[in-house]
């Protein structure tokens, strides 16, 4: 099968500027999740869909946003960036996202998106 | 936030040799997995421990799991160039975290040949 794909690789934006990635899970995967990577901070749970729902979000602010498709390819979106805004981000795959109780999900993540604001 | 501590930060070890990674974490889990990372590259799963299990081996990866300690280490035997990379533990806390796994801060592991 083929792995979790991610486009752009690599994008430069200014700041006050929109963005939009893309995910494009494994075949069959119906849970995406979406990280951000950065020296400072780690890597940083952003939020997860399933199903085209929103089911978990992390603590990021409201300028972060995502959707996903019928066919489970999923995006986010950054409004308004800022120069910390300036990171990898990574999207994850997994069949159901945990959602039994004893899950051993394991999620497959894509090269990423280095995204950086000038 | 980070869930918790891994240690060391970096390894340096040369090929042929062993190496240990720790890590620790806060909260109760369903599972552990370890990931690799080269050069800011994406993460690539190793190997997934579940909370009732305390011992799981793949090919020169051993990981251990002490759910009473709230740790776990993961050994590499017989390293090789090749395996240099960081080195990421993720924790699933289960229940209603869905698709969201927590990472340590990761080891930089540096083979030398």
């Known amino acids: 099968k083929a792995g979790v794909t991610q486009t752009p690789r690599y994008l430069i934006k200014t700041r006050g500027q929109q963005v939009t990635l893309s995910c494009s899970p494994i075949?069959?995967?119906?849970?995406v999740s979406w990280y951000q990577q950065t020296p400072g901070q780690g890597l940083q749970f952003l939020f997860e869909?399933?199903?085209?729902?929103?089911?978990n979000k992390g603590n990021f602010p409201g300028r972060f946003s995502g959707r996903q498709f019928s066919n489970s390819r999923s995006e986010m979106n950054v409004s308004t960036l800022e120069l910390g805004d300036s990171a990898l981000y990574l999207c994850a795959s997994s069949l159901l996202g945990g959602q039994s109780p004893q899950s051993t999900d394991t999620q497959y993540f894509g090269p990423g998106t280095r995204l950086t604001v000038l | 936030s980070q869930q918790g501590e891994e240690d060391p930060q970096a390894l340096s070890i040369q090929e042929g040799e062993n190496a240990t990674m720790n890590c620790s974490y806060k909260?109760?889990?369903?599972?552990l997995q370890w990931y690799r990372q080269n050069s800011g590259r994406g993460l690539v799963h190793l190997i997934l421990?579940?909370?009732?299990?305390r011992e799981k081996h793949s090919g020169r990866l051993r990981v251990t799991l002490d759910t009473s300690k709230k740790s776990s280490s993961l050994l590499i035997t017989a390293s090789r160039a090749a395996d240099t990379a960081s080195y990421f533990c993720a924790t699933d806390a289960g229940g209603t975290s869905y698709g969201k796994l927590t990472f340590g801060q990761g080891t930089i592991l540096t083979v030398h040949p």
């Open positions: 075949s069959g995967h119906r849970s």
């Open positions: 869909y399933f199903s085209e729902t929103q089911r």
């Open positions: 909260t109760s889990i369903n599972n």
């Open positions: 421990i579940r909370s009732n299990e």
